[in-house]
């Protein structure tokens, strides 16, 4: 992939809650970039009854994505699982991961935490093993998240819209409980993956939880980027020439635009804040 390369998630195209309502609006995002990843959520696939409005969401952004200099590449999500093929990028020559992040949620205790098949095998082999079973994971995320039919919750336009989708996700207060918990435990799980499937990148980028951040531990670093639905907000990744580069993104004047540098650090070798 050509450099500087720009990483964005979680959309949601077709959300009535997400101030993303069209495609273009994100054409200032592409500025100065070479490559643009939309790591998962792009577009809202999940209920059979708006597919038919999804795919057509879906061709406006292929024909916006065709008319940019700079070069596209999707990468699917629990949301779009069709969206692409594409499960995982390794950015940097592997020194970046990205993925959505839905595959840290799983709850069966064999996956994705346990090495224990590769735990006999040679250095090489249990990378190689590991990488191929981390790619069997996400893939078989995305053929559940294909399957499934989500009923969709009738959300209206607009601030009220915002609202109730935000008391769908906190109401009743298990799921609160449940939403805080996910966030708490993100970044950690994001670790446990780069460490047992990707031990070489030293940096994984993920979405899906909508809670944008940054967290250093041991040398690594997990950057989630947040959505484009109200309240949390949202991050842009650039990485050129080894280094990473977190930014807000903010919206005004109906786009969303670059803000200011909240994170910069040297990627490749050992993990270092510049």
Known sequence: MNEPIRILSDLHLGHHASLARKIWQVE???????????????????SERNRER???ILREVEQFCGNQTAATHFINGNHDPIISTVNHLEVGAGSL?????????????????????VADESPSDASMGALRRLESILSTNK???TAANVAEFNIPNGTWGQFTTF???????????????TWRNNPLDALHL????????????????????????????????????????????????????????????????LGHVVARFQANGRLREI
């Open 167 to 181: 008391m769908k996700q906190t109401w009743p207060p298990r799921n609160l409980a449940r939403m805080v918990s």
């Open 194 to 257: 780069v460490r047992l499937y990707h031990p070489t990148a030293r940096c994984v980028i993920v979405g899906h939880t909508h809670r944008p951040g940054i967290w250093r531990r041991n040398g690594y670093c997990v950057i989630n980027t947040g959505s484009y639905l109200p309240m949390l907000g949202r991050l842009a990744v650039d990485y050129e020439d080894g280094i990473v580069t977190a930014r807000k993104v903010v919206f005004r004047r109906r786009r969303f635009h």
């Open 143 to 145: 053929r559940v998240a």
């Open 54 to 56: 999804a795919v057509k």
């Open 28 to 46: 200032p995002l592409y500025k100065g970039a070479a490559t643009v990843i939309f790591n998962g959520d792009t577009v809202e696939m999940r």
């Open 97 to 117: 991961l990205v993925t959505h992040g839905d595959t840290l949620f799983h709850e069966d205790d064999d996956e994705p935490w346990h090495a224990g098949d």
